[in-house]
């Protein structure tokens, strides 16, 4: 017999509310000793041996019986032919997701400007592309063709002229899907590596595997290490945690609806975390009963259950601007406003890393195919971040190009505030500049 579900219920109202919820949303994403000792052993060698460290790696942790990193290179013809076994929906579906993405994330390409002041000073910005992005897929069973999407599209929207992936085939298993969506989205390079020796061929190089200037893309707890201990030699997209869903309902929408909605997060693993907001009390009782009802239906239900269970709730809340203020609180990854004019309160959301629209916008439409990308700030982060977009895989460089009056304006302007810093060599340059 099915063990009924658990999932907490909170009332915004009592007196330690704002406690409990605090310690629902805690989450700890730095890795215990041992595990950032390992990390750090794996960076050091691949950092000394280069391509052979990598393919002991890969031998020792992946199954993958391999002598030479040649053969874990997969070129360009891999992929196309990845293209043609998967089936004609699926190939479809890709290049109409892949479509969608781009045609979105063109928008956000950012261009040069510069303007010039009456003197004739020449001020501006200079934006160009990363050389060359690192892309980290996870593979085997637990592979994500979305995720290639996601990441790939924008960098080479945003001009990067190579893009490398790499991805671990534990036990030689290939995930075709994530190959034909590595093609669709235009992936350069492939390595079937993984772990943490993957991501540390990335930030250093070796001798087969380029060296990139960004690594992107989601991993267990070693990559997520070992981007943390790499971030500074290069860039990195962010240290993800649990993905996390906030429904806020007014109460009128099919609580089957909400249900799955909760699950469609719950049943990434057993640490994520789904929550509804509603003033409506009997609303949350429905939801609860759908819950109950529909977990049973499901593949994935002991990751479900377990992730409602732990970390998921249903929060009564006075009315709709206290759900508003909760949902800011929580500053979640995915916040879907389930209500009849979710225009009206749009403008009082400061948090959310994407925000999801009425009834009809479920949060996996985001993830697959609307074209907004679904690397998200979880944890809290949305407070300060945003999701991954063109802007991640572009420079910006500043452009100071003086004449002789501007010069000489600026140049006393700056000699005062130097001789204030006691940096007399940089009032003297500057001073050289001035017109007597």
């Known amino acids: 017999m099915t063990a009924p579900i658990a999932i907490r219920r909170l009332n915004a109202a009592d007196p330690d509310f704002a406690r409990q919820l605090d310690h629902l949303l805690s989450w700890e994403s730095v890795s215990d000793g041992a595990v950032n000792q390992r990390v750090l052993e794996i960076i050091d060698a691949v950092r000394q041996q280069g391509d052979t460290a990598v393919v002991e790696f890969t031998r020792r942790f992946d199954g993958v019986e391999a002598t030479d990193i040649s053969e874990l290179i997969l070129p ?27 045609l979105y994330h063109e928008r956000q390409k950012q261009d040069s400007w510069t303007y010039t002041e009456p003197d004739g000073t020449v001020l501006g910005q200079q934006v160009t592309p990363l050389d060359r992005a690192g892309l980290y897929v996870p593979g085997g069973k637990a592979a994500y063709p979305s995720s290639v999407l996601m990441n790939a599209i924008p960098a080479k929207v945003a001009g990067v002229a190579e893009v490398v992936m790499v991805v671990p085939t ?40 380029p060296r990139v200037d960004k690594i992107v893309g989601p991993g267990n707890i070693y990559v997520a290490t070992a981007k943390r201990h790499v971030f500074g030699q290069v860039g990195i997209d962010m240290i993800a945690g649990p993905s996390e869903i906030l429904v806020v309902c007014d109460g009128q929408t099919d609580p089957d609806w909400i249900a799955m909605d909760l699950f469609s997060q719950a049943e990434h693993d057993e640490d994520a975390q789904a929550i509804l907001v509603s003033p409506d009390a009997a609303f949350l009782y429905r939801v609860a009963e759908s819950i109950a009802k529909l977990l049973p239906t499901m593949e994935r239900v002991e990751i479900i259950r377990t992730s409602l269970a732990n970390r998921g709730v249903l929060i009564q809340v006075k009315d709709m601007s206290q759900a508003i203020e909760v949902a800011n609180r929580i500053a979640p990854e995915h916040l879907e406003l389930s209500v009849a004019e979710p225009e009206q309160w749009l403008p009082q959301i400061r948090h959310a890393g994407a925000i999801f629209m009425g009834r009809y916008t479920a949060e996996a439409l985001g993830d697959y195919c609307a074209g907004p990308n679904h690397v998200l700030p979880t944890s809290g982060t949305a407070r300060f971040s945003s999701p991954l977009g063109v802007y991640d895989f572009q420079k910006r460089s500043s452009i100071i190009h003086c004449s002789a009056a501007g010069a000489s304006v600026l140049g006393k302007v700056a000699s005062v505030l130097a001789r204030g810093e006691s940096l007399t060599a940089h009032a003297r340059s500057a001073e050289y500049r001035i017109k007597q």
């Open 170 to 209: 534990p036990r030689g298993e290939i995930n075709e899907l994530v190959l034909a969506a590595a093609c669709v989205a235009g992936v350069d390079r492939v390595f079937t590596i993984g772990g943490a020796q993957a991501v540390a061929a990335l930030a250093y190089g070796t001798a087969s595997v």
């Open 76 to 102: 360009r013809e891999r992929l196309e032919l990845a293209l043609t076994r998967i089936s004609s929906e699926q190939r479809v579906a890709l290049e109409e997701s892949a479509e969608r993405v781009r």
